[in-house]
């Protein structure tokens, strides 16, 4: 079992991440790689850090809250399973099965903190029916603690009971369970790569998706090897278009 | 006019966007909350404007905040000249959409999940090279983009805001065509779905990954992938929806030893 400071300790660096993600973003601490990193650090084992950080970064790779969209989440998920791995001693495979149910479980938390921040909103409006500029300077700084507790609170609970509950779990649970989590755990990926492609004009560039999927599936080059490739192709391609004299077309929206 | 105020709404969109984002009016607050210095400031000697404007910046809000920097620029500055409430809520709104779609592409789409995928290869090799190098490099675009997205965008106006979505624009282009060898990619990368089903033909076993690598490798990656983005696509589902999806069909291949 996880002491009551480190505990505590995971709970403010959840805090700090979620409040990086939505605030300040300094470096996108709420990203698995760097949040893991911390968590690694904060529980004396930085190697666990390093490796489930960077197995959920690339799990998650392209899941991002655009237009403040409910995701997975990963940044929790990635601290509760290392320290829940660092307790109860689980190695690799069991932090990541570990992980997977807290990213999906912790998508409620943010629901619930979007939907109370909508009593700022409603106060807001009354402050400016009465134009108090002080009231509103003075609310919005509660806003932090919001977001906070959303996630500070349930991670604490998770850290401290946790390994409790997983070891209870996984006395109980026959082994290919945690193998089928894992194979699911595999495909997870697919998700934050839809995201991606549905942000990106794939029907009209599709050749250069083409491209990236031939030199890693028939080639196997490594990712160093794919992105000078696919710089050629870029420089290439820019360089016909402006040879005929047709740069990237001007988005019509903008004309006010 | 005053330098003062446009420095206090950079540095708070740097250190509170976001923080009351709530699910009716997203960043609504968040955004009157930027631009109470200069509304404070322009309208002290007529309270009954300075509730009217207070109200109109409290209207629904959502943009990308990294790029969100222009926008607070330009309405500062034409509060300061105290331009008619309409047309400022109308050039909010126009440009609130086509920022967004750039900054998102641009930043988080692109940008980030490069550095952060590159960052987690460090990383898995056992170096916190990976998390180290990753900080600076995110950080400093970030903060640039925003206090210099705001400060500039006020003190040169909206010629300024033409010229940086005509830049952008091209930058954009490039970015996806790039985005797109890199996704392309990573769906063969990242994705882990190879079957173990084979079949005994008289003596010999054949393995059915190898058939299938032998038609297309990586197909069944490629499959969940493009499953993934019609259901984000066509049925309109949630990214968490999917992710339910894909724990429940990969927990059942996965336990009936199909994957």
């Known amino acids: ?256 | 006019m005053s330098e003062k105020a446009i420095k206090k709404t950079a540095w708070r969109l740097i250190t509170s966007f976001q923080a009351c984002e709530n699910y009716e009016r997203e960043q609504a607050y968040d955004y009157l909350y930027c631009m109470l210095p200069t509304l404070e400031e322009t309208y002290k000697d007529d309270p009954e404007e300075l509730k009217k404007r207070l109200k109109a910046h409290n209207e629904f809000f959502n943009c990308n905040p990294i790029f969100t920097g222009p926008i607070l620029g330009i309405t500062s500055a034409m509060e300061e000249n105290k331009v008619d409430e309409k047309t400022i809520q109308s050039l909010k709104v126009g440009l609130m959409g086509p920022l967004a779609g750039i900054g998102d592409t641009l930043v988080f789409t692109i940008y980030i999940s490069i550095l952060f995928s590159l960052g987690a290869s460090f990383a898995q090799q056992g170096s916190i090279v990976g998390p180290l190098m990753v900080i600076p490099l995110t950080f400093i675009p970030l903060f640039l983009c925003r206090y210099f997205g705001t400060t500039i965008a006020y003190k040169k106006g909206m010629e300024s805001i033409e010229k940086i979505t005509a830049a952008l624009d091209k930058v954009t282009t490039i970015a996806q065509e790039f985005g797109l060898v890199i996704i392309g990619a990573m769906s063969v990368l990242l994705v882990t779905a190879k079957t173990s089903i084979s079949f005994s033909v008289g003596d010999t076993t054949i393995a059915l990954q190898d058939k299938l690598d032998a038609l297309l490798p990586g197909l069944l990656s490629v499959l969940f992938v493009f499953v993934s983005y019609k259901l984000l696509t066509k049925a309109k589902w949630s990214p968490v929806k999917v992710l339910f999806f894909l724990l429940g069909v990969g927990f059942v291949l996965g336990a009936i030893g199909v994957l």
């Open chain 1, 1 to 256: 079992m996880l002491s009551i400071g480190t505990s505590i300790a995971l709970a403010l660096w959840a805090a700090v991440c979620i409040l990086d993600l939505k605030c300040f973003k300094i470096a996108l601490l709420s990203r698995p790689l760097l949040a893991g990193f911390g968590a690694g650090i904060i529980c004396g084992n930085i190697p666990l850090g390093l490796t489930v950080g960077s197995t959920l970064e690339l799990m998650s790779m392209g899941i991002w809250n655009y237009g403040g969209a409910t995701i997975p989440d990963y940044t929790c998920a990635t601290i509760v399973s290392i320290a829940i791995a660092t307790a109860t001693g689980t190695d690799f495979n069991g932090s990541i099965a570990i992980a997977i149910p807290v990213a999906l479980l912790f998508t409620y938390f943010d629901i619930l903190a979007m939907t109370y921040n909508t009593f700022y909103q409603h106060k807001a409006d009354k402050y400016c029916e009465e134009g108090n500029v002080k009231a509103l300077e003075r609310m919005h700084p509660l806003g932090y603690l919001t977001w906070a507790i959303s996630r500070g609170l349930p991670v604490f609970l998770a850290c401290f009971f946790g390994s409790w509950v997983v070891n209870a779990i996984f006395n109980v649970c026959p082994e290919w369970v945690f193998t089928a989590i894992g194979k699911a755990g595999g495909i997870f990926p697919a998700l934050g790569i839809a995201l991606l492609l549905k942000m990106m004009p794939a029907k009209k560039y599709w050749m250069f998706l083409i491209l990236g999927y031939v030199l890693a599936a028939y080639f196997d080059l490594g990712f160093i090897g794919i992105t000078l490739c696919g710089a050629v192709a870029v420089g290439i391609t820019e360089l016909s278009k402006r040879q005929q004299g047709q740069g990237p077309q001007k988005t019509k929206a903008l004309d006010l």
